[in-house]
Nanobody, 124 residues
Framework: QVQLVESGGGLVQAGDSLRLSCAAS????????MGWFRQGPGKEREFVAA????????SYADSVKGRFTISRDNPKNTVYLQMNSLKPEDTAVYYC?????????????????WGQGTQVTVSS
């Protein structure tokens, strides 16, 4: 079982930056691919970014390319999402998720474990 706890959300203005963190409880975190998803008001959960267990393969949603950066620190069992140039449309609950090794995954149902989410609100 992998438990995930997100942190770092908050209320910011358009153009600001935030860094989300996701701490995993299990020591074998470094064997899991990790992803960030978000769910805005009245919307379905959507893919944001994903990174494989080595950190060598990364994927981003088109809507965040060039603004968001995913990274991981395996000794710290933590994955990060650096979000720059935030826009009001980035407002959502952001979820961290873990998937068993394989290709980088972009679909929610490919992930095995989920955090509780952290709210990000971007005002205009």
């Amino acid at each position: 079982q992998v438990q995930l706890v997100e942190s770092g959300g908050g209320l910011v203005q358009a153009g600001d930056s935030l860094r989300l963190s996701c701490a995993a409880s299990r020591r074998t975190f470094d064997n899991y691919n990790m992803g960030w998803f978000r769910q805005g008001p009245g919307k379905e959960r959507e893919f944001v970014a994903a990174i494989d267990w080595t950190g060598g393969s990364i994927s981003y949603a088109d809507s965040v390319k060039g603004r968001f950066t995913i990274s991981r620190d395996n000794p710290k069992n933590t994955v990060y999402l650096q979000m720059n140039s935030l826009k009001p449309e980035d407002t959502a609950v952001y979820y961290c998720a873990a998937a068993r090794p394989g290709f980088v995954k972009v679909r929610p149902h490919d992930y095995n474990y989920w955090g509780q989410g952290t709210q990000v609100t971007v005002s205009s």
